[in-house]
Each structure stands twice: as structure tokens, then as C-alpha cells.
């Protein structure tokens, strides 16, 4: 039987960069999950007898928002819901069932990277029907609809049962549980060379995946160990558990430091990789070669013809405007245009869709293409092996080779995590307020060439995004870029990226904080960053 039931709004339910992220006790009150996804049903038009995609991250409160889904989406009408089974699938599975099953849209359970358990975060994303997660102008409207919210339609139905496969009634809606791995699998079956990609781990190449107990573990076990033959033990901490094991599920520097060590070490493995929470994210570390995000997009992109499902060559790449400008050199030495978007995955669904990109990627170490509408982690841990075994070289002699033909970009980003809210925004207002008087600026050696404001404007929908980030540009090609992170859930999160770029293959042996050591001074002192925010160092470098 539907339901009716009166509620009223709840303060701050305004998706972020990636969705609406809260600690887990604020999504536990009562109403809040209906309200929200209320709200984003509220938006949508003709989705009546629909597909819905249901699946998350497999975090703590992932089950129990997934049957409060699956009946609100019964009662507004959808016709089928595929869920994946236990209630998983990662970030580009998702994306890619949406495709493949022409549904109208999904909507993912996750918080990301960010930490998970009874006190960690959560999160609820709507993605559209091409995959992708929604623009601005849905996520803005459902922020609306959260404001003005007065009743929710949901079943009084008993839960599905997530852990069976096959199919279900929920009132007048079928509810079909599926395995999450199966349609992801055969898609990166048909881009990569399976059996070139078998080949090198017969030949001896030994390699860890790290899937930080998150969702990637059942991914990477099949397509890794069962499919490629890896050695059983190269995927590590295979089993999603709803905290992550305790761990924070970031594949960076700090949180996979690990595999870091692992790389380093003398007689270490060839090629260590890591992904996150819900699996978009990748971390990529060849034997004695820690390849940053920005690097990987360019690399990836520079190569992935070599890979059966990129053999015809690519149509262009995108890069989030923070990312550093490595791959502008490849789209330039290969005549290919080169996007430069906001933060945040749902600006390339316009590009990807109109086919004037294939191959994207962000700073935050998320890559992907046209494949889905996500950035997708097993994905670029794949095409590295294809890249790997089509040329029969390591990551370290693939990477000085692409620094001695494009240039090195120096390149890291500072965070200062959790700092006052009102001190961050006043940091980021009085930098903008001093944009004018930053050109023909000397400090040394650097000199400013400009400062703005990133705006963009998308050339396929003509719309319009402003207030994207505080770029400083330099003569020589270097950039400070400032932004707040929009994934945080508590305080604010103030990010600064600095870049540099290096010509000279005889100084591409630098280490990073070193080669970037004048500009990350400047960058501290520009913003007045310890006056706003009482922060001396940064807490995570990346
Ligand atoms: C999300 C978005 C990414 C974005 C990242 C960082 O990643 O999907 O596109 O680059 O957040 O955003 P911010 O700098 O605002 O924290 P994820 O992996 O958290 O979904």
C-alpha cells in the first residue's frame, strides 16, 4: 500500500561537489533520506514504469537507506529497480548498468573516500540517464524542493532481500537484485587485452591492489586474480566492511602510504594500486615511481591507443581546471582539443556526450571515459596494465620517458583540513578582492601574469559556472590555484595546488616539495593562509 506521510524540511540538504554528504547520525533522523530523495524525485519528469539503478558503497546505514529507496521508488511510480546485490555496486558499475540497462537514472549510496562507521560520513548522489551524476541545474532544483518539502510518498512493504539475486515485487514496482560485477567485468573485457594483460602476469610481474575494504574488492578479485590470472594475494583488504576496517578509504599519500613504502622498497612489486570507497578513484605507483593523478591523465592519454577499446585514437581529453596541465602538452603535440572544466565530475557528461572527449581526469586521482559517466578506478589500473604489457616497459621508464618528450610537470596539492568555516570564505573573499593588483607582480624569480576567477562556460548546454576557483598564473607556466573543497562534511576544507613545469629533462629528478618549495611559500603567504586560518601547515600533501 502507498503511503503519504506529512514531514517538513530539513536545513542544509544542498548537494556538494558529488552529491549530499553528511556524518551518518544526521542521514539516521527520522524523514531525512525520504526528504532528500523525495526531493529528487520531485525534480524528475516521465519516469513513470521506469528503471531505477540502486546500489552503493556498502558503508555503514548503505542497507538500510537502500530499502527506503527501493519504496519510495516504488510508490512515485518507477517500474523496476536493479539493485546490486548486498546492496553494492561501485561508482562506475553503477554508472555502467544505467547505460547498459537503459534506465532512467540511479541513485548511489556513498560518501566517497570519506570515512566511514556509526560516526563516519554518508552520502545519497542522483546520476542521470546517461550515466553520469546529475548537472547543476537538477542538483540545484532538488535543493529547492528540500527547502519547500511537505510529504513523502513511500510502501508499507517488509524489506527486499539484497542478498538474493533475481526478482521481487515492491508494490507495483519488480525489484531485481543483480550482481554488481558481471556487466562491469565484460565491459573492461572488450576495452583492455585480456590475454596481453594475462601474459604479463604469467611472465612473473608482481602487483598489489589495495582495495581499502571498500567496494572495489569483489571488482578487483574477479577481473585481477580470477580473469587475469594474478597471483591469488595481489588483491589486499578484498572484503567491503561498512567502516572500511577503521580505515579512511583514500587512495593517497597519506592513507594508502603503504603501498607507497611497498614501491619503494628494495625487490618491491612492479605495480601497486589502490582505489577508494566506491571505486572511482585510483592511486597508480610503479616500482620506484609514484605517478600523480595529473601525470597519470596525461600518460594514459598519450597511450591509450595501445589498448584494443582506444584503438582508433582519441577524440580529445578534459581536465578539471585545478588539475595540472600535463596532458594540455599531449592534446597539443596530438592535435586534439583540451577542456578545461570546473571541479567535479559532472561537467564532462556534457563533453563525453557530445563526443568531443574521451579520456578525462582530476587532480583528486579520479580518471576515466567515455565508457561510463564516472571517473572509474579498476579502469585506469587496467589500462596502465595494457599500457605496461603493450610496451613492455615499467611505469618508471614509460614516466621519464613522456617527461623527456612533453616536460615534467611539477605539481602538489596542500589541504588544510577542517579549518572555521567564516575564515576560510574570508580568506577566499579577500583574494578575489585582490585579483586586479596581482598582474606584473615580482617575487623572485616568479612573476604574476594574471589572476582570475575560474569561470566556465559549457559549450554544449551554454550554461554557466562561476566562482570555480582562484587561479594565479605565472610567466614562467607555473599556478597557484585555490579553492574550498566541496566533499567535506564538517568545517571547511581549503585546497591549494601548486604547479610548475619543468622543460629541462635534466631536472626532472627533483622531489616535488623541493622543485615547488618558492611557489609553495608564495602560495601560503599570498593568501594569508595561517592569519585566516590559524593553520601554519597543511594537513594532508599530496
Ligand atoms: C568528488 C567529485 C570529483 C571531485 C572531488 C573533489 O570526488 O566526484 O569530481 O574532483 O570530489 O572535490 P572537492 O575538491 O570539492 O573535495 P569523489 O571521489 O569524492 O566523488
Not at 53 to 62: A, E, Q, S
Not at 381 to 388: G, P, Q
Request: proline share 4%; aromatic share 8%.
Amino acid at each position: 500500500m502507498i503511503l503519504t506521510i506529512a514531514t517538513t524540511p530539513f536545513e542544509g540538504q544542498k548537494p556538494g561537489t558529488s552529491g549530499l554528504r553528511k556524518r551518518v547520525p544526521v542521514f539516521q533522523q527520522r524523514h531525512y533520506v525520504e526528504n532528500f530523495v523525495q526531493s529528487i524525485f520531485d525534480c524528475l519528469e516521465g519516469f513513470a514504469g521506469t528503471t531505477l539503478v540502486v546500489g552503493g558503497d556498502g558503508r555503514f546505514f548503505n542497507r538500510e537507506a537502500i530499502q527506503t529507496v527501493i519504496r519510495l521508488a516504488a510508490a512515485n511510480g518507477f517500474g523496476r529497480i536493479l539493485v546490486g546485490r548486498g546492496g553494492i555496486l561501485s561508482t562506475p558499475a553503477a554508472s555502467n548498468v544505467i547505460r547498459v540497462r537503459k534506465a532512467y537514472g540511479g541513485i548511489i549510496l556513498s560518501a566517497s573516500h570519506n570515512p566511514g562507521g556509526p560516526d563516519g560520513d554518508f552520502g545519497i548522489k542522483y546520476n542521470v540517464g546517461n550515466g553520469g551524476p546529475a548537472p547543476e541545474k537538477v542538483t540545484e532544483a532538488v535543493f529547492a524542493r528540500t527547502r519547500t518539502i511537505t510529504e513523502y510518498r513511500t510502501l508499507d512493504s517488509a524489506d527486499v532481500d539484497l542478498d538474493r539475486l533475481g526478482e521481487v515485487g515492491a508494490g507495483a514496482a519488480i525489484v531485481e537484485v543483480i550482481d554488481p560485477v558481471d556487466d562491469y567485468a565484460g565491459l573492461m573485457q572488450r576495452l583492455f587485452d585480456f590475454d596481453r594483460i594475462r601474459g604479463l602476469f604469467a611472465s612473473g610481474f608482481r602487483m598489489k591492489f589495495d582495495a581499502m575494504s571498500a567496494v572495489t574488492g569483489p571488482y578487483a578479485r574477479q577481473i585481477l586474480e580470477r580473469m587475469l590470472g594474478a597471483p591469488h594475494g595481489t588483491v589486499m583488504n578484498f572484503t567491503p566492511e561498512p567502516d572500511f576496517g577503521g580505515h579512511h578509504p583514500d587512495p593517497n599519500l597519506v592513507h594508502a602510504r603503504h603501498l607507497y613504502d611497498l614501491a619503494m622498497s628494495i625487490d618491491g612489486p612492479d605495480f601497486c594500486a589502490a582505489s577508494d570507497g566506491d571505486g572511482d578513484r585510483n592511486l597508480i605507483i610503479g616500482n620506484h615511481a609514484f605517478v600523480t593523478p595529473s601525470d597519470s591523465l596525461a600518460m594514459l592519454a598519450a597511450n591509450a591507443h595501445l589498448a584494443p577499446g582506444y584503438a582508433k585514437g582519441i577524440a580529445g581529453i578534459a581536465r578539471s581546471m585545478p588539475t595540472s596541465r600535463a596532458a594540455d602538452r599531449v592534446a597539443e603535440k596530438m592535435g586534439i582539443s583540451l577542456y578545461e572544466t570546473p571541479t567535479g565530475w559532472k561537467f564532462f557528461g556534457n563533453l563525453l556526450d557530445a563526443g568531443l572527449v574521451t579520456i578525462c581526469g582530476e587532480e583528486s586521482a579520479g580518471t576515466g571515459s567515455d565508457h561510463v559517466r564516472e571517473k572509474d578506478g579498476l579502469w585506469a589500473v587496467l589500462l596502465w596494465l595494457d599500457i605496461v604489457a603493450a610496451r613492455r616497459q615499467s611505469v618508471a621508464a614509460i614516466q621519464r620517458e613522456h617527461w623527456a618528450a612533453y616536460g615534467r610537470n611539477y605539481y602538489s596539492r596542500h589541504d588544510f583540513e577542517e579549518v572555521e568555516t567564516d575564515g576560510a570564505n574570508a580568506l577566499m573573499a579577500q583574494l578575489r578582492e585582490g585579483l586586479v593588483g596581482l598582474k606584473g607582480k615580482r617575487f623572485g624569480a616568479l612573476e604574476i601574469a594574471g589572476a582570475d576567477d575560474f569561470a566556465y562556460h559549457d559549450p554544449v548546454d551554454g550554461s554557466d559556472s562561476a566562482h570555480q576557483g582562484i587561479r594565479v598564473l605565472f610567466e614562467d607556466g607555473s599556478r597557484i590555484v585555490y579553492r574550498l573543497s566541496g566533499t567535506g562534511t564538517s568545517g571547511a576544507t581549503l585546497r591549494v595546488y601548486i604547479e610548475r613545469f619543468e622543460p629541462d629533462a635534466a631536472a626532472h629528478g627533483l622531489e616535488t616539495q623541493a622543485a615547488l618549495a618558492d611557489l609553495i611559500a608564495l602560495g601560503h603567504a599570498l593568501a594569508r593562509i595561517e592569519h585566516f586560518t590559524g593553520r601554519r601547515e597543511p594537513s594532508v600533501i599530496t
